[in-house]
């Protein structure tokens, strides 16, 4: 009923940037935040950034001042600017959404297939 698909991942060296994309699609009444994930290899998964539908917004510390979350509420778009990108960035990169699906009150979490981000030189 509902799909989360990512875009934009790749190979970057370090240093670069990129900018991952979100599309939410299907049955939604309503979407309250969103949010990027990641995980390493070994490594449990992350919170990379969120934002609600009101713009609040949050970041881990490891990339405050590096990345940049953004959405477009009316088409259930949610993005992640990604700078200076640091090896340590390497991770499946997993988009979360907060959602209630058309015909339903309750908010679930739904979650995308992920996108590779791998950052070396």
């Known amino acids: 009923q509902v799909q989360l698909v990512e875009s934009g991942g790749g190979l970057v060296q370090p240093g670069g940037s990129l900018r991952l994309s979100c599309a939410a699609s299907?049955?939604?009444?309503?979407?309250?935040?969103m949010g990027w994930y990641r995980q390493a290899p070994g490594k449990q998964r992350e919170l990379v950034a969120s934002?609600?539908?009101?713009?609040?917004?949050t970041y881990a510390d490891s990339v405050k001042g590096r990345f940049t979350i953004s959405r477009e509420n009316a088409m259930n778009m949610v993005y992640l600017q990604m700078a200076n990108l640091k090896p340590e960035d390497t991770a499946v990169y997993h988009c979360?959404?907060?959602?209630?699906?058309?015909?339903?009150?309750?908010?679930?979490?739904?979650w995308g297939q992920g996108t590779q981000v791998t950052v070396s030189s």
């Open positions: 299907g049955r939604i009444f309503s979407i309250n935040a």
């Open positions: 979360n959404a907060d959602l209630a699906v058309a015909g339903t009150w309750d908010p679930v979490d739904y």
């Open positions: 934002i609600t539908s009101g713009g609040s917004i």
